[in-house]
C-alpha cells in the first residue's frame, strides 16, 4: 500500500506544509497517555458506570435551559427547536467530537486553565459517555439541539461543574470544523481502500485474460482492435488518480480549526498546536476566521467523489452494455444479477445500472453544498449545519459504488468464443494497414485515402480487408505487397502496436506488470504460459 499511495500522490502547491513557530510547551497524542496527561479510553470507575445522566438545569417552565440561555427570557418554540436540531443526523460524528474534547480538555490543563483533577474527571466522564453511545444505552435529545451540546450536557449530568470549564476557549464553530475534518479524514481513508479493492477486481481480470482481444469504440462505432487487459488497466489508471485526488485533499484538509473560538480566537493562553498534535493534524488553521468559516475541504472532498462516480457510471455502462443479447460479451453470475417481476426470461445486471444512477446522487450532493456556500458572508453562518448530510450520503453512495463493482468484477465471464466472433466486423485492422504503407514510404494522408478505398471495396464485396487478394490490393496501389498481409486481421494488428501505453501485448505485459506491483497482487498466479 506505500508504494501504491507513494506512486498516485500527486504534489501539490497547496499541500505543502507551512513552517510555523513551535511554542516549548509538552505536546500530546490521544493515542498516547502520559503520566502527567491521563486520557481515560477505557472502562470508567464503577461510581460514573453506575450514574445516571439527568437534566440539571431547567427552566420554569420544566423544559432544559440551553447552555447558551443566559441573555434569553423565553424558551424557543417547539417548531423553532425541531427546525434547528441537527442530532438526527450529526451525532455521527460523536467520537470525533470525543477525540476533540479530550484533546482539548487535556490543553487546558496544560496550560494552567483547569486543574489536573477537572481533566481527569473531565476525560473520565468523556470515556463513560463514549461507552454507553457505543453500547446503545446513551438518550439523543433533540432539544439539546446537536452532538456537542449532548455530549457537553450529558457531561455536565455526569460529572458537574468540572464539565462547565471543557468548553473555555471553545465555541461549537471550531468544534464542529474540527469534528468534521476528522470525520472525513476517516471516510477518506476508507474510500481510498475501497478504490484500492476494486483496482485488484479489475487488475485480476486482466490477468485472467491478457491474451483476449476485443473491439474498441470510438463514437460508440468499432475502430481498432484492442486488448481486454487494455481496456480494464483503463479503468485502473482512473480509479489511481481518483485517490491521488482524495489523498491530495486529505493533505489539505488536514489542519486544525480547533482554539479558532467563534471567529476571532481568543484572549486566552491556550496552545493550539498541542491541539493539533494530539488529533495528528499536520499543524492549526492560520487564520481563525479561515478556520470557522470555510467548508471548501468537503467541496473538494465531494468533487472528488463525483468524479470517482462518473468513472464508476462509465464503467457501469459499458458492462450493462457488454451484458446485453446484442454484445453478449459478458455474463454475470446469478449471484450477481436479478430478474423481472413478470418476464421470466430476464437476467438484468442490475447492481451496474445501479452504479450509472447512483453517480447522479453523488454529483447532486457536491451540487447542494457548491450553491449552499455560494454567497455566504464570513465567518461562521448556520447554514453551514446543512453541509452534513450531502456528505454523510456521497461517503456512503461512493462507498457502495465502489464495493459493488468490485463485487461484480469478481462474478463475471468474458464470453471469449462470442467476442471472436464478432471481431472480424467493423474492419478494426485498417488503421494498421496505414501505418503498413507509412513504413513503405506513403505519406499518411495518402495511405489513409488509400486504405479508405480498400475498404470501400470491403464493402462491396461484403468481405474483410483480410479478404482481399493482393491483385485487389495492387489495383488501389502498387505499394501492397505480399507482406502487408503480416498486417491484417485483428490478431497482427494488435502485435504491431509498439508504443509506450498502447495496446500491444508487450506494453500492456509492461502495464499489468506495474499496477500488480503496485496493487501488491501476484501475477504469476495468473499466467497463461
Same mark, same amino acid.
Given at each position: 500500500?506505500?508504494?501504491?499511495?507513494?506512486?498516485?500522490?500527486?504534489?501539490?502547491?497547496? /499541500?505543502?506544509?507551512?513552517?510555523?513557530?513551535?511554542?516549548?510547551?509538552?505536546?500530546?497524542?490521544?493515542?498516547?497517555?502520559?503520566?502527567?496527561?491521563?486520557?481515560?479510553?477505557?472502562?470508567?470507575?464503577?461510581?460514573?458506570?453506575?450514574?445516571?445522566?439527568?437534566?440539571?438545569?431547567?427552566?420554569?417552565?420544566?423544559?432544559?435551559?440551553?447552555?447558551?440561555?443566559?441573555?434569553?427570557?423565553?424558551?424557543?418554540?417547539?417548531?423553532?427547536?425541531?427546525?434547528?436540531?441537527?442530532?438526527?443526523?450529526?451525532?455521527?460524528?460523536?467520537?470525533?467530537?470525543?477525540?476533540?474534547?479530550?484533546?482539548?480538555?487535556?490543553?487546558?490543563?496544560?496550560?494552567?486553565?483547569?486543574?489536573?483533577?477537572?481533566?481527569?474527571?473531565?476525560?473520565?466522564?468523556?470515556?463513560?459517555?463514549?461507552?454507553?453511545?457505543?453500547?446503545?444505552?446513551?438518550?439523543?435529545?433533540?432539544?439539546?439541539?446537536?452532538?456537542?451540546?449532548?455530549?457537553?450536557?450529558?457531561?455536565?449530568?455526569?460529572?458537574?461543574?468540572?464539565?462547565?470549564?471543557?468548553?473555555?476557549?471553545?465555541?461549537?464553530?471550531?468544534?464542529?470544523?474540527?469534528?468534521?475534518?476528522?470525520?472525513?479524514?476517516?471516510?477518506?481513508?476508507?474510500?481510498?481502500?475501497?478504490?484500492?479493492?476494486?483496482?485488484?477486481?479489475?487488475?485480476?481480470?486482466?490477468?485472467?485474460?491478457?491474451?483476449?482481444?476485443?473491439?474498441?469504440?470510438?463514437?460508440?462505432?468499432?475502430?481498432?482492435?484492442?486488448?481486454?487487459?487494455?481496456?480494464?488497466?483503463?479503468?485502473?489508471?482512473?480509479?489511481?488518480?481518483?485517490?491521488?485526488?482524495?489523498?491530495? &485533499?486529505?493533505?489539505?484538509?488536514?489542519? &486544525?480549526?480547533?482554539?479558532?473560538?467563534?471567529?476571532?480566537?481568543?484572549?486566552?493562553?491556550?496552545?493550539?498546536?498541542?491541539?493539533?498534535?494530539?488529533?495528528?493534524?499536520?499543524?492549526?488553521?492560520?487564520?481563525?476566521?479561515?478556520?470557522? /468559516?470555510?467548508?471548501?475541504?468537503?467541496?473538494?472532498?465531494?468533487?472528488?467523489?463525483?468524479?470517482?462516480?462518473?468513472?464508476? /457510471?462509465?464503467?457501469?455502462?459499458?458492462?450493462?452494455?457488454?451484458?446485453?443479447?446484442?454484445?453478449?460479451?459478458?455474463?454475470?453470475?446469478?449471484?450477481?444479477?436479478?430478474?423481472?417481476?413478470?418476464?421470466?426470461?430476464?437476467?438484468?445486471?442490475?447492481?451496474?445500472?445501479?452504479?450509472?444512477?447512483?453517480?447522479?446522487?453523488?454529483?447532486?450532493?457536491?451540487?447542494?453544498?457548491?450553491?449552499?456556500?455560494?454567497?455566504?458572508?464570513?465567518?461562521?453562518?448556520?447554514?453551514?449545519?446543512?453541509?452534513?448530510?450531502?456528505?454523510?450520503?456521497?461517503?456512503?453512495t461512493i462507498i457502495g459504488m465502489l464495493e459493488v463493482s468490485s463485487e461484480f468484477a469478481q462474478n463475471i465471464a468474458f464470453n471469449k468464443d462470442k467476442i471472436q466472433k464478432s471481431l472480424p466486423a467493423g474492419h478494426l485492422d485498417a488503421t494498421t494497414v496505414a501505418d503498413y504503407l507509412v513504413k513503405k514510404g506513403v505519406p499518411f494522408r495518402t495511405g489513409h485515402d488509400i486504405v479508405g478505398r480498400a475498404v470501400a471495396l470491403c464493402v462491396s464485396k461484403s468481405c474483410t480487408l483480410q479478404d482481399l487478394t493482393l491483385d485487389e490490393l495492387r489495383g488501389i496501389s502498387p505499394v501492397f505487397d505480399n507482406d502487408v498481409y503480416d498486417y491484417l486481421?485483428?490478431?497482427?494488428?494488435?502485435?504491431?502496436? &509498439?508504443?509506450?501505453?498502447?495496446?500491444?501485448?508487450?506494453?500492456?505485459?509492461?502495464?499489468?506488470?506495474?499496477?500488480?506491483?503496485?496493487?501488491?497482487?501476484?501475477?504469476?498466479?495468473?499466467?497463461?504460459?
Amino acid at each position: 500500500m506505500a508504494a501504491y499511495t507513494s506512486q498516485i500522490h500527486q504534489t501539490s502547491i497547496f /499541500s505543502s506544509q507551512p513552517t510555523y513557530p513551535k511554542p516549548s510547551n509538552p505536546q500530546i497524542s490521544i493515542s498516547q497517555t502520559p503520566k502527567t496527561l491521563k486520557f481515560y479510553t477505557k472502562t470508567p470507575s464503577k461510581s460514573l458506570r453506575s450514574a445516571s445522566i439527568s437534566p440539571t438545569m431547567s427552566t420554569e417552565k420544566g423544559k432544559e435551559a440551553k447552555l447558551w440561555g443566559g441573555r434569553f427570557e423565553e424558551s424557543v418554540t417547539e417548531i423553532v427547536e425541531k427546525f434547528t436540531e441537527s442530532i438526527s443526523f450529526d451525532k455521527a460524528l460523536y467520537k470525533h467530537d470525543i477525540m476533540g474534547s479530550r484533546a482539548h480538555a487535556s490543553m487546558l490543563a496544560q496550560q494552567e486553565l483547569i486543574s489536573v483533577e477537572d481533566r481527569d474527571s473531565i476525560l473520565q466522564g468523556l470515556a463513560e459517555i463514549e461507552r454507553r453511545i457505543e453500547a446503545g444505552e446513551f438518550v439523543w435529545r433533540s432539544d439539546r439541539e446537536d452532538v456537542h451540546m449532548n455530549i457537553e450536557a450529558a457531561l455536565t449530568d455526569l460529572i458537574g461543574e468540572p464539565a462547565k470549564k471543557l468548553h473555555t476557549a471553545r465555541s461549537r464553530n471550531d468544534q464542529v470544523s474540527t469534528d468534521f475534518r476528522l470525520w472525513c479524514r476517516d471516510a477518506i481513508d476508507n474510500i481510498v481502500n475501497k478504490i484500492k479493492r476494486l483496482q485488484v477486481s479489475l487488475v485480476t481480470l486482466a490477468l485472467k485474460n491478457d491474451d483476449l482481444i476485443v473491439p474498441g469504440y470510438t463514437h460508440l462505432q468499432r475502430a481498432q482492435p484492442v486488448l481486454l487487459a487494455h481496456l480494464l488497466l483503463a479503468y485502473v489508471e482512473q480509479l489511481g488518480r481518483d485517490a491521488g485526488r482524495l489523498i491530495d &485533499c486529505r493533505a489539505r484538509l488536514n489542519y &486544525c480549526p480547533l482554539g479558532a473560538c467563534a471567529l476571532a480566537g481568543t484572549g486566552l493562553p491556550i496552545d493550539r498546536f498541542m491541539t493539533s498534535d494530539a488529533l495528528s493534524f499536520t499543524g492549526p488553521l492560520r487564520n481563525s476566521i479561515d478556520a470557522v /468559516s470555510d467548508r471548501d475541504f468537503i467541496l473538494e472532498f465531494l468533487s472528488a467523489n463525483s468524479i470517482t462516480a462518473i468513472h464508476l /457510471s462509465r464503467l457501469g455502462e459499458e458492462w450493462v452494455v457488454w451484458a446485453t443479447e446484442e454484445f453478449g460479451f459478458i455474463t454475470p453470475s446469478d449471484s450477481v444479477s436479478t430478474g423481472s417481476s413478470i418476464m421470466p426470461q430476464k437476467k438484468n445486471p442490475d447492481p451496474m445500472e445501479l452504479v450509472r444512477g447512483k453517480s447522479a446522487r453523488v454529483v447532486g450532493d457536491l451540487v447542494t453544498l457548491l450553491v449552499l456556500c455560494k454567497g455566504l458572508p464570513q465567518a461562521y453562518n448556520r447554514d453551514l449545519q446543512e453541509d452534513k448530510e450531502p456528505v454523510f450520503d456521497s461517503v456512503k453512495t461512493i462507498i457502495g459504488m465502489l464495493e459493488v463493482s468490485s463485487e461484480f468484477a469478481q462474478n463475471i465471464a468474458f464470453n471469449k468464443d462470442k467476442i471472436q466472433k464478432s471481431l472480424p466486423a467493423g474492419h478494426l485492422d485498417a488503421t494498421t494497414v496505414a501505418d503498413y504503407l507509412v513504413k513503405k514510404g506513403v505519406p499518411f494522408r495518402t495511405g489513409h485515402d488509400i486504405v479508405g478505398r480498400a475498404v470501400a471495396l470491403c464493402v462491396s464485396k461484403s468481405c474483410t480487408l483480410q479478404d482481399l487478394t493482393l491483385d485487389e490490393l495492387r489495383g488501389i496501389s502498387p505499394v501492397f505487397d505480399n507482406d502487408v498481409y503480416d498486417y491484417l486481421g485483428v490478431e497482427n494488428s494488435v502485435k504491431h502496436f &509498439c508504443s509506450y501505453g498502447s495496446t500491444g501485448s508487450e506494453c500492456v505485459a509492461s502495464q499489468l506488470d506495474f499496477w500488480a506491483e503496485q496493487l501488491d497482487i501476484d501475477g504469476s498466479a495468473y499466467s497463461q504460459n
